[in-house]
């Protein structure tokens, strides 16, 4: 049985499919959020809440991981996401992700 997450195409840093900005003033009021499309099926974001939110202070970075069908059109992965804090980043992820947010630092923020 494979594995939900299984293993994409090393893509080196830089070369997302796609990159996309939603901005806290459009999109989430509490977070800004950089999204990366490291695949076809596969999505990673760099987050940072620019304001309080429930526990969480403001400058709490965080990432998003998507994949399937929910979150990419005619993806053949099943739909899936998950939540991490900045310090519980998969090892796997945690390269693009450093990009993402060096992205937000010099375009964005």
């Known amino acids: 049985m494979k594995k939900i997450f299984e293993s994409f195409k090393e893509t080196q840093i830089n070369e997302f499919v796609k990159v996309d900005f939603h901005s ?4 989430n009021p509490d977070a800004d959020i950089v999204q990366g ?3 076809k099926d ?11 939110y ?24 099943r739909s899936n996401s998950r939540l991490y804090s900045a310090d519980k980043i998969p090892t796997k992820y945690k390269k693009y992700w450093e990009e993402l947010k060096s992205t937000y630092e010099k375009k964005f923020k």
Do not use: C, R, W
């Open 24 to 27: 806290h003033k459009k999109y």
């Open 37 to 39: 499309q490291l695949d």
């Open 42 to 52: 596969t999505m990673i974001t760099y987050g940072i809440y620019v304001n309080d």
């Open 54 to 77: 429930a526990e969480i202070k403001a400058g709490t970075e965080f990432m998003e991981l998507y994949t399937g069908e929910n979150y990419l059109p005619g993806s053949s992965k």
